[in-house]
T-cell receptor, first 117, second 113 residues
Framework: DAGVIQSPRHEVTEMGQEVTLRCKPISGHDYLFWYRQTMMRGLELLIYFNNNVPIDDSGMPEDRFSAKMPNASFSTLKIQPSEPRDSAVYFC???????????????FGEGSRLTVL | GENVEQHPSTLSVQEGDSAVIKCTYSDSASNYFPWYKQELGKGPQLIIDIRSNVGEKKDQRIAVTLNKTAKHFSLHITETQPEDSAVYFCAARAYTGRRALTFGSGTRLQVQP
């Protein structure tokens, strides 16, 4: 498998524009996570899905952020309108979590670096 | 919710020396503790993990120890090499409820040749 695939790798946009980040998880994984990485806040969870259903979106900063997973092989994270403080690296990760042992590796994509001017 | 604290934020060692990174967690329900390594321009990658029914786990030059009573766990890297230079993250996950990992703030390890 090619691993988790994210696009675009880099995005530079102006404040107020809509941004859409895309993720293709590893086939067979039933969990998908969106994390945001900044120097100040480190790796913070935005939202995660189980079997395409959003389970916990408590990390989504505000209504400007939305995420969808229309099928098992695709997810999007949308920011509308974007603001300079949204500048960060956004990671998508997929994996399986064993219910009994609670183990399960997360496989991260290479990230989408967003710069909002 | 879970809170994971990680120290130090930066660590510089000479090649061949050992490096130790420490983390504490707050949720007593957490029972899975992985460590991830992030190289420049890449996503984090799992290097070792430990469950709460085990006190120590080793894999070649890396080891992780866990003290459930004190709620802290540590990563030990022996005989460090320049390719060990990266950012290391500890994480925790509870056996019930949220299935997402909560990450520490990261440690930037620099191994000087």
């Amino acid at each position: 498998d090619a691993g988790v695939i994210q696009s675009p790798r880099h995005e530079v946009t102006e404040m107020g524009q809509e941004v859409t980040l895309r993720c293709k998880p590893i086939s067979g994984h039933d969990y998908l996570f969106w994390y945001r990485q900044t120097m100040m806040r480190g790796l913070e969870l935005l939202i995660y899905f189980n079997n395409n259903v959003p389970i916990d979106d408590s990390g989504m900063p505000e209504d400007r952020f939305s995420a969808k997973m229309p099928n098992a092989s695709f997810s999007t994270l949308k920011i509308q309108p974007s603001e300079p403080r949204d500048s960060a690296v956004y990671f998508c990760a997929s994996g399986t979590v064993s219910g009994s042992s609670n183990t399960g590796e997360l496989f991260f994509g290479e990230g989408s670096r967003l710069t909002v001017l | 919710g879970e809170n994971v604290e990680q120290h130090p934020s930066t660590l510089s060692v000479q090649e061949g020396d050992s490096a130790v990174i420490k983390c504490t967690y707050s949720d007593s329900a957490s029972n899975y503790f992985p460590w991830y390594k992030q190289e420049l321009g890449k996503g984090p990658q799992l290097i070792i993990d430990i469950r709460s029914n085990v006190g120590e786990k080793k894999d070649q030059r890396i080891a992780v120890t866990l003290n459930k009573t004190a709620k802290h766990f540590s990563l030990h890297i022996t005989e460090t090499q320049p390719e060990d230079s990266a950012v290391y993250f500890c994480a925790a996950r509870a056996y019930t409820g949220r299935r997402a990992l909560t990450f520490g703030s990261g440690t930037r390890l620099q191994v000087q040749p």
